[in-house]
């Protein structure tokens, strides 16, 4: 049986989003409704912008490893 785990992504102190671990070597990226939601957010990074300027929300999972925005954040 594999257990789910969450670590929150904060931006300047306040949670912006989720790292959750699916179990076995899958993780994946959420934003929070409220970040999404605020118009006048922070920006986490130019990754995560479309070309629009529109705020990037569609990711998918990883296997053995986190999306690359995060890897050399992690330890």
Do not use: C, W
């Amino acid at each position: 049986m594999s257990s789910v785990s969450v670590l929150n992504v904060n931006l300047y102190s306040e949670t912006i989003g989720t790292l959750t671990h699916l179990g076995g070597d899958r993780t994946i990226f959420a934003f929070t409704d409220e970040y999404i939601e605020n118009p006048d957010r922070p920006t986490l990074g130019l990754a995560f912008k479309e070309e629009s300027g529109e705020l990037y929300t569609d990711f998918r999972p990883y296997q053995k490893r986190v999306m690359p925005f995060f890897s050399n954040l992690l330890p």
